[in-house]
T-cell receptor, first 114, second 115 residues
C-alpha cells in the first residue's frame, strides 16, 4: 500500500517559469491538503481539496498559485511566474475523510527558484 | 486564529535519557485535536502522537507520551529512553475539531541525541 506520492522530489525553475507539483494520495483517500515549509519554519497550510472541489483555500496566495484535484489523476499545485520567494518545500497530505486521526504526508517537493 | 508556539528552537539529550519538548497553543475553541510530528533529515513528516481535547487521559505511544494541560493550553511531548533515531525536528500541531481546517504548526524544535 503505497503512501502519499509526490513528484518531483526536487524541482529547479528559473524566475518567471511555471512550477507544477504533483501529489497522488494514498489509496482510498479522497481528501488532499497542501502545505508549504520555508527554511527554519513549520509547515503552513495552503489549500484543502476533495475530488473536483476546493474546500478551503484560505492559505493560498491570491495570485500565481492554484490547485486542483481532478476526478482522475493526481492533485496538482501550480505556481505561475515563480519568484525567488517561492523557494520552499511543498508537502502534500491525504486523509480518508475526517483528518482527526492525523494525515499521511508525502516526502515533499523542494522547489528552488534561480 | 489559532497559534502554536514551540519555545525551544533546539534541545539536546544524552542517549537513553528522557527529554521533554514544550508546546503551547492559543484557541477559543473547546473541540480540537493536537498532534506531534517528527521530521527527520529525509524530510518525511511522521505522526508521533495525537490527543483529542475532550479526553483527559494523556496519550501514550511506546516511549512517547504527552502532558496535556487543557486549562493552561499546554501540550508537551516526553521522550523516554532517547535513541539516536529520535534525532529530528519535532513539530507540534493543532487542528480544529469542527471544520475542515488544515493543521496549524509550531516552528519546531530540533532534537539532538548525544551518544
Amino acid at each position: 500500500n503505497a503512501g502519499v506520492m509526490q513528484n518531483p522530489r526536487h524541482l529547479v525553475r528559473r524566475r518567471g517559469q511555471e512550477a507544477r507539483l504533483r501529489c497522488s494520495p494514498m489509496k482510498g483517500h479522497s481528501h488532499v491538503y497542501w502545505y508549504r515549509q520555508l527554511p527554519e519554519e513549520g509547515l503552513k497550510f495552503m489549500v484543502y481539496l476533495q475530488k473536483e472541489n476546493i474546500i478551503d483555500e484560505s492559505g493560498m496566495p491570491k495570485e500565481r498559485f492554484s490547485a486542483e484535484f481532478p476526478k482522475e489523476g493526481p492533485s496538482i499545485l501550480r505556481i505561475q511566474q515563480v519568484v525567488r520567494g517561492d523557494s520552499a518545500a511543498y508537502f502534500c497530505a491525504s486523509s480518508p475523510g475526517s483528518a482527526n486521526y492525523g494525515y499521511t504526508f508525502g516526502s515533499g517537493t523542494r522547489l528552488t527558484v534561480v | 486564529a489559532q497559534t502554536v508556539t514551540q519555545s525551544q528552537p533546539e534541545m539536546s539529550v544524552q542517549e537513553a535519557e528522557t527529554v521533554t519538548l514544550s508546546c503551547t497553543y492559543d484557541t477559543s475553541e473547546s473541540d480540537y485535536y493536537l498532534f506531534w510530528y517528527k521530521q527527520p533529515p529525509s524530510r518525511q513528516m511522521i505522526l508521533v502522537i495525537r490527543q483529542e481535547a475532550y479526553k483527559q487521559q494523556n496519550a501514550t505511544e511506546n516511549r512517547f507520551s504527552v502532558n496535556f494541560q487543557k486549562a493552561a493550553k499546554s501540550f508537551s511531548l516526553k521522550i523516554s529512553d532517547s535513541q539516536l533515531g529520535d534525532a529530528a525536528m519535532y513539530f507540534c500541531a493543532y487542528r480544529s475539531g469542527g471544520g475542515a481546517d488544515g493543521l496549524t504548526f509550531g516552528k519546531g524544535t530540533h532534537l539532538i541525541i548525544q551518544p
